[in-house]
Structure formats: structure tokens, C-alpha cells
């Protein structure tokens, strides 16, 4: 039988009855899920089989860490000179392809493919994060968010984790994406591949974000459509004590399609004036 098959019953039933984490069984499944997503044999989330086909998150993976931290007791971890305390370790062997500076942190349960480069940066449990892709410096990836290959999260980003409710979907990127400084991302929103996301934007569940690009506006929450140029906005909206600038997310164009993606991106950047 697969990891799936085998792990998967054992940790939905514990996560129904906590009782069962005094059986050893129970506690070798979490654990068993916890090294397969460490070893990227399992993953939070998976793309769709089919170009713009939704993504499949995978609730017992998400129920298996919260129980992980139930099993766990907080311990000293020493790397270095470093000194830790916590009942998650950091992660270890990374694969002699991915480049980590210090001081970056990785935690166990995440899973970095092989030709990722991370700067002074931190990355949680159950996230993932693609292979040509940087994670730049102070930038976090939140639990369990999903970062595609060849994207670049630059200096202080902030991917949200979303752990619970354990069916919610995660924050994900997907390939070929530009996240510019200080861009926020969180509560499961999905960024279609090869968009660029202009310095300062904020995007969560609620977000307006408002295509300008043709004759008429046309709204999303919660998804950046592939390709798009995004920077912050705001829009008049009325309240009892007189009407005030909420902020949105601007699509302003597109990424030309017929051009290499580094090429694309730095002629988003200039036809577009977007600020990184």
C-alpha cells in the first residue's frame, strides 16, 4: 500500500478522537506523515492535472501537523551556535542543490526542491517551495503555503500560513511568479503563475481586486489570474462618519505572452512603471 493509503485512516480517526494518541500506532502515523511531507513524498496541496484547474488541498495532511504538535514535547535544539526551544526541530540534510544562508531557516515538515535558494528567510512546516526559486531576505512562507518553480519572493514578503480549519486552502503560488517587497499574501489566496505582484500590495480572502485594464472593471477575491501586473489601489467607499479610501489590488495589465518569462518580467516592469 501507498504512504497515503496506509497513514491517511490512522490519522483521520485520531484527529476525530484525540484518545487514540496514547496508541503508539496512532502517533507512528503522524510521525510517518510528517517524514513523507519532509521528504516531499506527500504535499498540503496539489495542482490541478490541467492547465486553469483548481488545486487540491488535502485536509488529513493539515489534520496530521496539528497533531504533531499535540504529540510533541518543547525541547532544546542546537544548531551552531544557535540555540532553540520548541517542539517542532528544524530541518535537516538538505538536499547539496538548494542554497541556504545563514541565517535561514527551514522547519521540519517543509520541503525545499532541489535548486531553491533561501536568503536570511524562515519557512514553516508544510509549506513548499519550488525548484529556481528565491526566497529573498526576511521573507517568510507561511504553514503550508505552496510556492511554485522560477519564483521570486523579494526582500520581506509575507506568505500566510493557513492551518485551520484544516480544509481551507492554503496560500499558493504558483510558477513563475514575482512577489515585489513587502507584498502580504495570506488566507488561502492563489496567485495564478507568472503574475508580478508590485511592492506593497495586500491580499487576503476579502481583497478587491479590480481588473482596470480594459473598458470595464471586473472584480476578483481571492485569485490573481495568471499573468496579470498587480500593484495596491484604493477605492472611495461610504461610512457614517463620511466617505474614505479602502485599499484594493489593481490589475493594470499583462505579462506579454509570447516572451521569455525574465524577459516578460522586466518588460512588465517598465512598460508598467511597478514599483519592487
Known amino acids: ?18 484518545k487514540l494518541l496514547s496508541d503508539p500506532d496512532y502517533c507512528y502515523a503522524i510521525e510517518g506523515t510528517l517524514a513523507a511531507l519532509d521528504r516531499g513524498e506527500l504535499r498540503v496541496a496539489s495542482p490541478p492535472d490541467v492547465e486553469g484547474g483548481e488545486w487540491t488541498t488535502h485536509a488529513w495532511i493539515k489534520e496530521a501537523i496539528l497533531l504533531f504538535f499535540a504529540i510533541r514535547k518543547i525541547e532544546k535544539h542546537v544548531v551552531g551556535l544557535f540555540e532553540f ?64 518553480r522560477d519564483c521570486h519572493l523579494a526582500g520581506g514578503v509575507g506568505i500566510g500560513g493557513v492551518l485551520e480549519p ?38 487576503t480572502s476579502s481583497t478587491a481586486i479590480l481588473d482596470v485594464s480594459g473598458p470595464e472593471v471586473v472584480e476578483h477575491r481571492g485569485y490573481v489570474p495568471p499573468r496579470s501586473v498587480v500593484i495596491p489601489g484604493m477605492r472611495p467607499k461610504k461610512f457614517p462618519a463620511g466617505e474614505f479610501g479602502v485599499p484594493c489590488a489593481l490589475i493594470i495589465g499583462q505579462r506579454t505572452a509570447g516572451t521569455d518569462r525574465k524577459v516578460s518580467l522586466n518588460a512588465a516592469l517598465r512598460d508598467f512603471s511597478v514599483p519592487v
Open 85 to 148: 526551544q520548541d517542539k517542532i526541530p528544524m530541518k535537516g540534510l538538505f538536499d547539496p542543490d538548494i542554497r541556504v544562508v545563514p541565517p535561514a531557516v527551514a522547519r521540519y515538515g517543509s520541503f525545499l526542491e532541489p535548486g531553491c535558494i533561501l536568503m536570511p528567510s524562515y519557512v514553516n512546516i508544510g509549506a513548499r517551495v519550488g525548484s529556481g526559486t528565491m526566497v529573498d531576505t526576511w521573507a517568510t512562507v507561511g504553514s503550508c503555503a505552496q510556492v511554485g
Open 1 to 18: 500500500m501507498s504512504s497515503e493509503e496506509t497513514l491517511r485512516p490512522r490519522v483521520q480517526r485520531a484527529f476525530a478522537d484525540r
Open 166 to 203: 484544516a480544509s481551507a486552502q492554503p496560500v499558493i503560488v504558483e510558477d513563475g511568479v514575482f512577489v515585489g517587497s513587502r507584498v502580504v499574501i495570506v488566507e488561502g489566496v492563489r496567485i495564478g503563475r507568472e503574475a508580478v505582484i508590485g511592492a506593497g500590495v495586500v491580499l
